[in-house]
Every structure is written in C-alpha cells, then in structure tokens.
C-alpha cells in the first residue's frame, strides 16, 4: 500500500470514530404534500402511499397524530384527521410556518412531496393545484426552521435541482433524480414509503429506519425495477446532507453526505438507542454504556478493516461481537426482555 | 484530411495535365445512361460505334476497354487497347488500361512496362498507372519503392490545383495503401474517395473502394451505404454486387449468395468474386469446391494471391501438406515477404473454426512483416480465442497503435478493458469469467453444471479437453456480440471456440428468452467436439451433436420443434446433409437457422438410435482424421449421403406425421401470438372451418382465453394438443390449459399439463414455478425442489424463488440444499442483508459447518452489531468452539 494510502486510511478512521450518534430529536413532525395527480390512477396512488406514510409514522414511529399534517388534492378528507385540505402553495405556507412557531429547538421536521415535478425556465417545480411551488419558494419556509432539524423529501420527477437550491448546515435533502432532467414519473416515491412502512429497510437491525437507510433501500429497488424490466433508468435519487449542494447517488457517511441522515429517525426510534440516555437503574445505565464502548470500538476495527488480514480482522470483530452480544443479553433481561 | 493534403500546390501535375480529349457527348451520355441501367451490351455497342466512329478518340477507346473487362471479355479489352495503340502509336492514352488488363492476367512484367510508358509519355490516366504500378510492386515485395510510388500520388494531389474524379479515386487508393505507415492516411483516402465521387457521383469505382475500405476496417453500416449508392449508379456494377454480397455475408443477413452470383453473371471471370466464391466455398467445407474456384482464378491469373491462399487453405484444411505446400511456394516465389497469404490463411482459418492454425498462421504474418497491423490483429483475436488473454491483448495492442480504425480490434480492446470488472472463479476443470455484480449468484450455479457437463459428456465421449476450459459470462449481450464477432448485434447466446466459450449471462435478456443452464450445456459440448477432432467437425455436425446433448441433459432443455420446422419439412425446404451447413452459415433467413439446429440434432439423434453412440464417436475420430462428410458417412456408416437422406427425410416424416398434416402452408396460416387474440369469432369460425388446422385451433383457442371465454377455449386447446403434441412455443395449449384446469380445482389435469409443457420447453419460467407451487401442494416437495433448481437456469434473480427452495430443502432434510438457496439470496444482495447472512450462517451451522457459519455471522452483525438473532447464534458457534472461554 502506498504512504497515501495510508494516511488516506488514517482519515477514514478518525471520521469512523465518530460512531454513529442518533439525533436526540424531542419530536418529529410530519408534513405531507401530495401534488397534482394530473390522472385518476395518480390521483389515486399518490394518495394510497401518502396515506401508507401516516400510518407508519403513527404506529409504527410514534409521530403523534397532532404533528402530522396532510394537504392533498382534495378540499377534505373526513376519514382522515391529519388531512389539512388542499395542497396550495398557500396552505404549504401556512402549515410550515406554523411549525416553524411552534416546534421546540431540536425537533425534527420531515417534508415529504409526492406528486409530479417539471422545470420551466430553468426552474424545478412541484405541480399543486394552483401555482406550483419552486425550490426558491421553499427556501425561506425552511430557513424559518432554523433550529429544528429538516428532512426535506422531493420524489416528483425532475425534482434534482431542489438539492442545490435547499441544502444547508443541519438539512438533510433528498430528491428522486439528480437533475431537472430526468422527467419522467419516478418509482421513488413507492419504496421510499415502503422503506417505513414495511420491514426490510432497517439494514443495521436497531429496529428503526433511518433516512438514510430509507434512502438506500429506495435507491436500490428503483435500480432492481428497472434492470428487473430491462429498462433504461430514467431516475437516480440523490441525497445532500452536508450542505455542500451536491447530492450523493451513494452516500459514504465516512467521507461525504449520509453522516446525519443515518442518524435521522423519523419519530426518534428507541429513546435508549445511543446508549446514554439515563437509566434509573444503574445496573442497566452501566450496562448501555459499555454497549456504547463496545460499539465505538466496532466502528474502530471495521475502520481499520482493509489495513488487516482478515482471520485477524474477524477474530477481533469476533470477540467485539461476542461481547457485545453479552451485555445485549444482560440488558434484555434487565429491561424485561424486548 | 490531414496537413499533408492541404498544401495544395498551384501547377498541375504534368502527367494529370495532359487530356486524353472527350467522348463525343451524346453517345457518351448513351453509354452512360446504359450503364446506369446496368445494360452493359448497350453500353459496349454505343462506346463500339464511336470508337469505330472515332478511331483515334482516346477516351471513348478507353472507356471501350475498361466496359469490355469490366463484364470479363479481357480478351476483347486487350485487343481494343492493342489496335488502339497501333492505330496511335504515340499515344499513352491506352497503357494504363491494358496494363490493367494484362495485370489481371498475371502479366506482370508487361504490365509494368505498359504503366511505366503511361506515366512517362503523361497520358491523362498516368496517377492511376503509378497507383497500379506501386501495387504491382507491393504485391511482389518490393514495398520501399511501392511505397515511394504511392507517395507520388500525395505529392501530384498537393501540386495540383483540381484533379479528376479518376485520379482523386487513385490517390484514395495510395492513401489506403500508405495507411500501413501512418494511419491518419486511412483518413486521407476516405476523404479522397469522398472527393472522387464528389467530383463525379456516376464514379462506380470510387463507391466501390470507399465501401471496400469500411469494409477492411469492419464498418459495415457505411460500407452497406456506399456499396448500395454504388449499384443506385449502377445496378449490375460487379465490383458494386460483390461489394454489396460482402456487406451482407460480414452482417451475416441472406442474400449474399444472390448478389455474388449477379455479380458472376456480369462478369464470370471477376477475379474477386471468384475468390470470394472459393471462401464461401471454404466456409462450407467443401473443400474440393474451393480447390476448383481458386484454380479457375489461377487459370486467368496465375500470379493471384488471393487465389493461392484459398487453395492453400483448402488443401491445409484438406489435410494435404504436399498440396499445401506446393501452393505457399508458390505464392512466396511471387513475394518472399508476402504476410498477406499467411494473414489469408489465418483468417480462413478462424472463419473454419481452426483458431490455433489462424494463430499460427498470423504469427508467421507477423515474422515476415512486423509492421502487418492486420496479421497482429487476426494473432490477437485468435489469442484471445485459445484463452491467452495477456498476450491476446498485447497483440491488439499493437495492431491498433498501427491502425487505430479497425472497428473490430477496438471494440475488442475496449472489451478487454472491462475485464478488471469480472470475477474469476475456477472449479476442477473450468476457469470462469463473471461479472463481478453478478459473479456471487452465477459462480455455485455455473460451477455445478459445468462440472456436471464436464463429467457427463467425458464419460460418455471417452475424452477429456484438456484443461482448464474457459468459460466467459457476459451481462451485456453486446459484449458478448463483441467477444465473438468483434461487433454488437450477433444473435446467438453463445460461443465456443474449443478452450474459450462465452455465453449470455441470464441477465443479458429478458425472463423467458432462453435458458442459461442449457446454454452452457451446448457450448461445453462443443468444447469436447471441437477438441476431439481437432475443431474439424463440420459445423452442422458439433451443432446438431450440441442440441443434442441438451436434449439428453435436462428435460425441457434444446431446442424443440417448432411450426416452421415441420412447415420447412413438408415443403420439402429442409436442407440435405451435403448442404446442411449453410443452414447456419449462409442461411437464407432466421428462421433456417433455428431448423438447421433442430435439423442437425435430429440426424445426431438418429444416428444414435440406429447405430449406437459410437458410430457418433468414430464420426467424430473421421472428421478428426480430415475426411469429408461424404467420405465419413461411408467410411463409418456405410452408406452415401443421399441413401442417408433418403432414409432421414422419410423417418422425419413418420415421426412427425401427425404434425405434418395438422400444418397448413405458411400463406393459409392463421398468424399466432398477440394478434390472434383481437377477433375470436373470426378465429372460431376458422377453426371450425378446418379442424385439422393446428394454428387455426391454436389461434381460436387463445383469442377465446384471452377474451375471458376460457371454458369455451379449453376444446380448441384440446384439438390443438393432439395435433401437434410435442409443440412447446410460448403460446403452447399445455400452460393455457393448465390455467384454465387450475381453475377449475381440476389440479391433477393442470398438473399434468405443465408437466407436459415443462419436459419440451426449456425456458417457460411461469410453467415451472406453476409446477413447482402445484407439486408443492400435492406433497412432491422433491419434485417442486426439481422444478425450481430448473426454474433457475431460466432466470436466477428472483429472491422468492430461492427462499422457496430453501423451505423445501429445509422440508426435505437437504442441508446442502439450504446452504445453496441461502448463498443465491445473500449474493442478491437483498436490501436487508444481515438477516439473508444470518439465515446462511444458520443452515451451514445446521449443516456442520462451523467455521462458514461464523464467518456469515459475523458479516450480519458487522453491518448490524445489535441483531438479536444473530448475537445468539454467535454465542451458540462461540462458546461450542470455545466452550465460553472468552466470557
């Protein structure tokens, strides 16, 4: 290996050693805008998975049903009290600016669009009824949220300048294509919502889905669809979360986008995740924070991986894991078991 | 065009300045309108009249001349050119042609001095006199002044201020040949020809040498545009057929043959086409064939060089050395340093199948001239086809530094350039390219069945190829196109060359197109009768042997009868045995290809069940031995070709009776697939009409399925089954029936139709994993096992697919079988990969493999450290390897 690529690596594990520390946001609000659906079949399906996204963030994240708000199509949906009426860039407005009195400092808020996007003028759009709303119309609502964490979800077609336009400190933006460009109606939006609604997104098995892992598991079966149907990509989703206005098609947390949105968590995840929050017990307090040290060290020796022969790799990561596993188990039955 | 053409200089070249004063205009309009219809005796009787008219009208004698060899009549040409010179004896006018002319005859030496006197006494066609004269001299290796020659061409275009369509077109060809030097030249010369015909639209001959020119640097769409606005010029131009006839052999379209013999009509002594006809003749294996049309060029021509290579060719392929070496002697005594013939050799060779010969033969190219980019570039290819990859490489490498436009060796290297995304994986005896995505998946499964293969087919074969073979698996169908003809657009699905053979990854196509498994089946089973003789078994013969141990591999597997076969067998189209490798080679459409490979198998297939397989074998060891097809049959089976056929044809015909009389000729056919199904009451009328009629039944009983009248489908279906029951298209009776009976709760009769449908068709996936689920149902869990393994080498990439071979192998004890599926699920590379991980790490536990189990583990809880599964089944491998030791 060469001296660069060792001090190259060098970097890489002092990043990693930054292990990965969940958002201790205090609530999550939630605010879904469905767009024109131009056609029954979209009208439809766009509300099916808007409503598919309610259901997960209430029961299955625990978002409170008054930190949710749906603007739609239609002027009311009785069936569903999150509903807000319709999608004008108005009521856009209005819901964002009221969270933005009324959200704590620290508390999240998750802006998911789903519907058709376009460009006119050189400019993205998001078609609701009436005006559409450009990212520029955007920009201020969410510099109003200044001191709540924003996860900012555009899955319309041609949604991809949206990143440059919004990516700040402290946002996490993700878009259904890369550019403008890409017009066509995206698959995205469906198994970004699958990714919370279903199992299967929850790759590190800490029982929650982050962005981010909602995001990858987006992003890979958009690529299955359409390799599955021998068909030409029309779409590549991006995400921007260090504010440097360029998206990551693959984010690497270890050297660009994707350290924050893979500590995101829509409705917080488990309250205990990081290993410090407080125990009463402290039996149970010591134990979360060896779990915690046991994991930093982990994060340490995959770092360290590539510079390692691999029966020393695993023997180390063996006994880590083992470890691990124990104070695990210690925990499961000092909690009652989970 | 590069710097050196644009010094245009202001005085005209001395030797272009001189005219040879114009054809009287009308009757030159005459002959010209003639000739753009293609009448050529108009043509020569308008030109007859004024050169009579005329007698000292240098360019009506000239044009005279060249129209009498442009139909063949060089005799008359020569004697036209002769009493013109005699009539003029201080003229030049005429020495170019007749140095042409006795050129063309192999009169070399008064051929030159023919040019020589054309250039020094400046006739108005003196550049192309030089231009001949170099390739006269090039062609006996004296290359220095060849070259020198050609450079006078360069040096005449850049001092002249216009130049003539002709002599544009002779600076193209001295462009091309300096190309060999410095391949910006090859730039030149097509700017040359475009300015050639540009300069005259009705220069046939320019066309003609653009398209030759794309057509040596394997551009064919622009070779197939200039050949065809050479024959919109003039539709009977020899040059223009045989350039056209070319095009389409390269494109491998029908044709060809056609446009080669229009091309002979016109002109049967057209020395070209003569050798192109000895190598189609070659590419046959008939070889006595192409001993008779080389000879016949050599008669006019003794000094052809391509001719002397096709007859070394067929008497190297003959097995005769004496022969062969007569003739190389020959053609070396007329140029020492010819790497062309070896370059010649080399490429017959390839085209034969005999890649270690073409290598060689290239190599010897390149010993007698390094600078052969063409010779380098048939080593390299050749290389790459007996697996030597590096130096594969290295040899295109070279080739292309000479000459950067040869679309083949770039596309090659471009491929090459790839291979660091592949996988290399070796079992026992196959060393396996896949792509690094998919190599995972592919390798457990491709190993398997190769090996399998590999032990089934020497066992039966009594030989081993010796190792390791190559196999190469290509995701992009494009490449594997490359790989094998140097350009996208192959329709086949795989290739051997005898070690090497590549194929279409399964995600090369869509579900459904073809069946992978099988696939590799058919390319190994080349590589043992190829290797067995040496590559010379005939081509119907390796191919119909190739279906054949498909059809015995798997059920299902091969290709199956199809309407148009047994509609070809009625029609009495299917080819006889001497002519059968035309079915692949030249076939006239597609669709002779797919019943030229049925066709062979079923000749294999016979031979066995009359004969026994080692009749196959000792065919195979004649054909090692360098005998003909004729002389095989007799020396193995006794009988001629023809009582073969006699005896084929009427077998073919009891066996397959039933078919026979159920199909109707292909213009009173009711047209199948997606179209049927818009009009069921037309469809039913027709059926009724003809209830003999397998397609009509076929068609009626689909448009009625379709149209969601299913119960009244299912007689029709029925009708159409007994007609033709070894039918296994996509629209097969078997799997709408089963649907329907499905249906209908009848699951035995749904059962029994798919697996019907699923032992004659090899790639109907939604029939086998229909199976699979019914037999699951009714308790066959090995037999749901079976069908899905066999579901797999249609397409592997399906998860649910894998997971429900898990469970029945789980069901069934099968620990190893597990272990597979579990493998195919994490090499998905599933969006929740730490439980696919887990699951594997499970069953090689519960399979006894300790060590794997915790090495899966411990991949899962790598990505997923908190996975509460996976921690126990790591403290379970943990503490049973060291019993605790590290609490």
């Known amino acids: 290996m060469s001296g660069i690529l060792r001090r190259a690596l060098l970097c890489i594990v002092a990043l990693s050693a930054s292990w990965a520390r969940p958002v201790a946001a205090d609530e999550s609000h939630l605010v879904i805008v469905v767009g024109l659906g131009g056609e029954p079949k979209y009208t439809e399906a766009f509300h099916e998975l808007a409503v598919r996204m309610i259901q997960a963030a209430e029961k299955k994240m625990g978002v409170a049903a008054a930190n949710i708000a749906y603007l739609g199509e239609k002027a009311t949906y009785p069936a569903l009290p999150v509903y807000k009426g319709r999608a004008s860039r108005e009521a856009v407005q209005k819901v964002l600016g009221e969270i933005a009195q009324t959200a704590g400092p620290g508390d999240l808020v998750f802006v998911l669009l789903i519907g058709h996007g376009g460009s006119q003028a050189g400019e993205s759009r998001f078609n609701l009824p009436g005006p559409d709303m450009t990212a520029a119309d955007f920009a201020p609502l969410l510099a109003a949220l200044g001191r709540q964490e924003v996860v900012f979800v555009n899955t319309a077609s041609a949604s991809g300048d949206f990143v440059k336009a919004l990516s700040a400190k402290g946002r996490t933006i993700v878009t259904a294509t890369k550019s403008a460009m890409e017009r066509n109606q995206t698959e995205f939006p469906s198994y970004f919502v699958q990714a919370f609604s279903e199992d299967g997104a929850d790759a590190d098995k800490d029982q929650r889905v982050s962005v981010l892992e909602a995001f990858t598991y987006a992003r890979r079966e958009v690529e299955r669809f359409y390799e599955k149907g021998h068909l030409l990509a029309t779409e590549h989703a991006v995400l921007d979360d260090n504010g440097d206005g360029t998206g990551s098609s693959v984010p690497d947390p270890a050297t660009g986008d994707g350290a924050m949105a893979r500590r995101v968590f829509l409705g917080g995840g488990e309250s205990t995740a990081d290993g410090a929050a407080a125990s009463a017990d402290p039996r149970v307090a010591e134990l979360r924070r060896q779990r915690r040290a046991i994991e930093e060290k982990i994060g340490a020796l995959k770092a360290r991986k590539d510079a390692m022969e691999s029966a020393q790799y695993e023997d180390e990561l063996e006994k880590l894991l083992v470890e691990l596993a124990r104070r695990e188990a210690a925990l499961r039955q000092k909690e009652g078991g989970r | ?660 009389a159920a199909i109707r000729p292909a213009e009173k056919t009711v047209v199948l697939g997606p179209a049927a199904r818009r009009a069921p009451t037309d469809l039913e009328a027709r059926a009724k009409a003809d209830a003999g009629d397998f397609e009509a039944q076929l068609a009626a009983g689909t448009a009625l399925f379709h149209a969601g009248k299913r119960a009244e489908s299912v007689p029709y279906f029925e009708r159409a089954q007994s007609l033709f029951p070894e039918f296994a298209g996509r629209e097969s009776p078997h799997f709408y029936l089963a649907a329907i009976y499905k249906d209908q709760g009848k699951t035995s009769e749904a059962l029994r139709e798919l697996q019907q449908l699923t032992a004659i068709s090899d790639s109907h996936y939604r029939g086998q994993l229909e199976l699979a689920r019914l037999l699951e149902d009714q308790g066959d869990l090995a037999g749901a096992a079976r069908s899905l393994d066999l579901a797999v080498y249609i397409s592997p990439f399906e998860a649910a697919v894998h997971e429900k071979r898990a469970a029945l192998a789980t069901r069934l004890g099968d620990r190893a079988g597990v272990v597979r599926a579990r493998r195919a699920l994490v090499a998905l590379d599933p969006v929740d990969k730490p439980e696919a991980l887990y699951q594997l790490a499970l069953a090689l536990a519960e399979a006894g493999d300790a060590a794997a189990a915790r090495r899966e583990v411990l991949h899962a809880l790598e990505i997923a450290p908190r996975f509460q599964r996976a921690q126990e089944l790591l403290l379970r491998l943990h503490e049973s390897r060291t019993g605790g030791a590290t609490r």
């Open chain 2, 1 to 660: 065009m590069s710097a050196r053409f644009a010094r245009l200089g202001l005085a005209l070249l001395a030797l272009a300045a001189v005219g040879g004063g114009p054809v009287h205009t009308v009757q030159a309009q005459d002959a010209a309108s003639a000739l753009r219809s293609g009448d050529y005796d108009a043509a020569i009787l308008v030109l007859q009249r004024q050169a009579k008219k005329d007698p000292r009208a240098a360019a009506a004698h000239r044009l005279l001349v060249r129209t009498l060899a442009e139909v063949g009549r060089y005799a008359d040409a020569e004697e036209e050119a002769k009493a013109f010179q005699a009539a003029n004896p201080r003229s030049p006018e005429l020495l170019t042609s007749l140095g042409e002319i006795l050129a063309g005859r192999g009169r070399n030496a008064e051929a030159e001095s023919a040019f020589k006197k054309a250039i020094a006494g400046g006739a108005s066609d003196a550049l192309t006199a030089e231009v001949d004269l170099s390739a006269l001299r090039l062609a006996r290796g004296d290359r220095d002044e060849a070259m020198r020659g050609f450079h006078r061409l360069i040096d005449a275009y850049n001092q002249a201020s216009s130049l003539s369509s002709e002599q544009l077109a002779a600076v193209a060809q001295a462009c091309w040949a300096l190309g060999a030097d410095d391949p910006q030249l090859f730039k030149d010369a097509l700017k040359a020809f475009d300015e050639s015909i540009a300069a005259d639209p009705d220069n046939v001959d320019a066309r003609v040498g653009l398209a030759s020119l794309f057509l040596e640097k394997y551009n064919r769409t622009d070779a197939a545009a200039a050949a065809k606005e050479a024959l919109d010029r003039n539709p009977s131009h020899p040059g223009a057929l045989l350039a056209m006839a070319r095009v389409l052999d390269a494109d491998g379209a029908p044709g060809a043959l056609e446009m080669l013999e229009r091309s002979l009509k016109v002109n049967p002594a057209f020395e070209p086409a003569r050798v192109f006809l000895a190598e189609v003749r070659l590419d046959q294996e008939d070889y006595p064939a192409a001993v008779l049309e080389s000879e016949r060029v050599l008669a006019d021509n003794p000094a052809s060089l391509p001719a002397l290579s096709t007859l070394a060719a067929a008497r190297h392929f003959q097995g005769d050395a004496a022969g062969y070496d007569v003739t190389r002697k020959r053609a070396l005594a007329l140029n020492p340093r010819a790497a062309e013939l070896y370059n010649r050799l080399a490429e017959l060779s390839a085209r034969n199948r005999l890649y270690r010969e073409a290598a060689d033969f290239a190599q010897q190219a390149v010993a007698l001239d390094s600078r052969t980019w063409r010779g380098l570039g048939i080593l390299g290819l050749n290389q790459l086809r007996l697996g030597a990859i590096e130096p594969g490489r290295q040899s295109l490498e070279a080739s292309f530094k000479g000459d950067p436009y040869n679309v083949w060796i770039k596309n090659t290297l471009d491929l090459l350039d790839t291979f660091p995304r592949y996988k290399e994986t070796r079992s026992e005896h196959f060393q396996i390219l896949l792509h690094g995505k998919e190599a995972a998946l592919l390798a457990p499964y491709t190993e398997e069945l190769a090996e399998d293969a590999y032990a089934h087919l020497s066992a039966r074969y009594g030989y081993r190829p010796a190792g390791p073979v190559r196999v190469e698996v290509y995701p992009d169908h494009a490449d594997f196109s490359v790989r094998t003809v140097g350009l996208a657009g192959l329709a086949g699905l795989g290739a051997c060359f005898g070690p090497v053979l590549a194929i279409d990854s399964p995600s090369a196509r869509e579900v459904g197109q073809f069946n992978w498994g099988s696939t590799l089946w058919h390319e190994i089973a080349h590589t043992f009768t190829l290797g067995m003789t040496g590559n010379r078994v005939p081509r119907w013969f390796t191919e119909g042997l190739s279906v054949h141990e498909e059809h015995r591999a798997r059920p299902g597997w091969g290709d199956d009868v199809t309407v148009e076969f047994v509609r070809a067998l009625k029609a009495g189209e299917l080819l006889p045995l001497a002519d059968l490798n035309q079915g692949f080679i030249r076939p006239k459409g597609p669709e002779q290809v797919a019943i030229s490979y049925f066709q062979a198998s079923l000749v294999v297939e016979w031979i066995e069940s009359q004969r026994g397989f080692p009749a196959v074998v000792a065919l195979l060891k004649a054909y090692g031995d360098g005998r003909s097809t004729e002389q095989a049959f007799q020396t193995v089976l006794g009988t001629t070709l023809e009582d073969f056929d006699k005896a084929f044809f009427a077998q073919l015909e009891q066996r397959f009776a039933g078919p026979l």
